[in-house]
């Protein structure tokens, strides 16, 4: 169970366009060999220099090329040069790139491309260069429907991510999470997605209902959430892809809440709570079957998979506090992990394998954390006011999470927003959203 802001919540239906694949293919030319691949940790301390010229080809190339460049200088591994240095035009070094130009300005690695558009289609050639040994280290051609440019600028970051760092990128995903909105003892609370940068913020319920703990499919197209529909506490699924559809999960006769699905998407682990306890159960989506996993007295919630779907990491207070506990995916035999000061909440396990992240709350202060799947190695990454909610990014390398403000008198000055952090605990940053946001949940990558 969280032990953050608020009793638990309502829900409603969720409707998400999803885009038409993006083509990709090896450009003409190919891929050239060799570059070396830059230790993350190396580029924590020095960010790789990067020039990102417009793509020629007309203005859908500067937007292009802007959405790459924010995506890598927010990653906080890359510094992108600054525009007004460069001494090489874009239409010139899309041909052929005069490396001097670029080293004099202090880029080891340049993008090039060009875009074509035509008949509602568009076609990126992306290059990556390495500018010191004058290689080229990638060429690959994109071809799509012209509304889904930004997911192909996405893809290219994620490409230029991999090339460089040799750990796959994170920018071609989406975030659901609550929208949130009103005074503060009246909040309306909205499912919403959005593209991880901020961009293609769409709200998906109109705020009849409220909404919590939207979690997303390994297949990126269903959303599992928790509602108070009808005064009825229920988690629902959802199908993206099918408009206006959500279906109540499982045939509990009290309140089912904190729910996750499964790595293989075919099961949703949840938690059903009647009277002073709550027990984890799985319901297979086909059949609607359901098995109960733990028993006996306390709150066991929040429950989550590792991602080889053997074991379950979840928060309890079986032990008289609220801790974290991990058990087989079968149930039974629940071992402690965590055993620092305070009370512990919403682990989460990392896509890796490595971690597991937690919200942690002592002496007043949440915090957000990670420790190993046995218990080690815990450290905190971010304390603050009031904090919940980790959700890793598909490569395992970022959290995000939601942050609290104090509220004055009568709630003023109350704000809730999403930001993320690097999981050695730096480049911490807000995440734009048009509202009040909390319960971010991170997608799969798209492609």
């Given at each position: 169970?969280?032990?953050?802001?608020?009793?638990?919540?309502?829900?409603?239906?969720?409707?998400?366009?999803?885009?038409?694949?993006?083509?990709?293919?090896?450009?003409?030319?190919?891929?050239?060999?060799?570059?070396?691949?830059?230790?993350?940790?190396?580029?924590?301390?020095?960010?790789?220099?990067?020039?990102?010229?417009?793509?020629?080809?007309?203005?859908?190339?500067?937007?292009?090329?802007?959405?790459?460049?924010?995506?890598?200088?927010?990653?906080?591994?890359?510094?992108?040069?600054?525009?007004?240095?460069?001494?090489?035009?874009?239409?010139?070094?899309?041909?052929?790139?005069?490396?001097?130009?670029?080293?004099?300005?202090?880029?080891?690695?340049?993008?090039?491309?060009?875009?074509?558009?035509?008949?509602?289609?568009?076609?990126?050639?992306?290059?990556?260069?390495?500018?010191?040994?004058?290689?080229?280290?990638?060429?690959?051609?994109?071809?799509?429907?012209?509304?889904?440019?930004?997911?192909?600028?996405?893809?290219?970051?994620?490409?230029?991510?991999?090339?460089?760092?040799?750990?796959?990128?994170?920018?071609?995903?989406?975030?659901?999470?609550?929208?949130?909105?009103?005074?503060?003892?009246?909040?309306?609370?909205?499912?919403?997605?959005?593209?991880?940068?901020?961009?293609?913020?769409?709200?998906?319920?109109?705020?009849?209902?409220?909404?919590?703990?939207?979690?997303?499919?390994?297949?990126?197209?269903?959303?599992?959430?928790?509602?108070?529909?009808?005064?009825?506490?229920?988690?629902?699924?959802?199908?993206?892809?099918?408009?206006?559809?959500?279906?109540?999960?499982?045939?509990?006769?009290?309140?089912?809440?904190?729910?996750?699905?499964?790595?293989?998407?075919?099961?949703?682990?949840?938690?059903?709570?009647?009277?002073?306890?709550?027990?984890?159960?799985?319901?297979?989506?086909?059949?609607?079957?359901?098995?109960?996993?733990?028993?006996?007295?306390?709150?066991?919630?929040?429950?989550?998979?590792?991602?080889?779907?053997?074991?379950?990491?979840?928060?309890?207070?079986?032990?008289?506090?609220?801790?974290?506990?991990?058990?087989?995916?079968?149930?039974g035999g629940a071992r402690r992990i965590s055993f620092g000061r305070g009370r512990y909440a919403t682990p989460v396990w990392s896509p890796r394998g490595d971690l597991i992240a937690f919200t942690r709350i002592a002496g007043g202060q949440f915090a957000i954390g990670v420790m190993r799947p046995d218990g080690t190695g815990e450290r905190i990454l971010s304390e603050g006011?009031?904090?919940?909610?980790?959700?890793?990014?598909?490569?395992?390398?970022?959290?995000?999470?939601?942050?609290?403000?104090?509220?004055?008198?009568?709630?003023?000055?109350?704000?809730?927003?999403?930001?993320?952090?690097?999981?050695?605990?730096?480049?911490?940053?807000?995440?734009?959203?048009?509202?009040?946001?909390?319960?971010?949940?991170?997608?799969?990558?798209?492609?």
């Open positions: 169970m969280t032990t953050g802001r608020r009793g638990l919540i309502l829900g409603g239906a969720a409707l998400l366009t999803v885009p038409a694949t993006v083509r990709a293919q090896p450009a003409q030319g190919g891929a050239g060999q060799g570059g070396a691949v830059i230790d993350i940790t190396r580029a924590r301390t020095e960010p790789i220099p990067i020039a990102i010229p417009a793509l020629a080809g007309g203005p859908r190339g500067a937007d292009i090329a802007r959405v790459i460049e924010n995506n890598l200088r927010n990653s906080g591994l890359f510094r992108p040069v600054n525009n007004a240095a460069f001494i090489q035009s874009a239409e010139a070094a899309a041909a052929t790139p005069r490396f001097q130009d670029w080293r004099v300005i202090g880029a080891n690695a340049l993008v090039t491309g060009r875009v074509e558009e035509g008949g509602g289609q568009t076609r990126v050639d992306f290059r990556l260069w390495d500018v010191l040994p004058e290689q080229q280290l990638q060429g690959t051609r994109f071809t799509t429907n012209s509304a889904n440019w930004r997911q192909v600028a996405h893809q290219i970051s994620d490409s230029i991510y991999e090339r460089l760092l040799g750990e796959k990128g994170y920018f071609d995903t989406r975030i659901a999470y609550v929208a949130e909105s009103g005074p503060r003892d009246r909040r309306v609370r909205r499912l919403a997605v959005m593209d991880q940068d901020g961009e293609n913020n769409r709200i998906l319920t109109d705020g009849s209902f409220q909404v919590l703990s939207p979690r997303f499919h390994p297949n990126g197209r269903q959303i599992v959430f928790m509602s108070y529909f009808q005064n009825q506490p229920r988690v629902y699924l959802t199908d993206i892809t099918a408009p206006g559809r959500q279906e109540v999960l499982g045939n509990f006769p009290g309140m089912t809440l904190s729910p996750r699905f499964s790595p293989d998407g075919r099961s949703v682990v949840l938690s059903f709570a009647q009277g002073a306890d709550a027990n984890i159960y799985a319901v297979d989506i086909g059949s609607r079957s359901q098995r109960q996993l733990t028993s006996g007295g306390g709150l066991d919630v929040s429950p989550c998979y590792s991602p080889d779907g053997s074991q379950i990491v979840f928060n309890s207070d079986r032990g008289g506090d609220q801790q974290l506990y991990v058990m087989g995916a079968g149930g006011w009031q904090m919940e909610g980790p959700t890793f990014a598909p490569n395992g390398r970022v959290l995000a999470f939601y942050r609290e403000s104090r509220a004055g008198a009568g709630g003023a000055g109350y704000s809730a927003r999403l930001a993320q952090i690097d999981i050695a605990g730096f480049n911490e940053r807000q995440m734009g959203t048009p509202t009040d946001a909390t319960d971010p949940s991170w997608s799969p990558l798209l492609a």
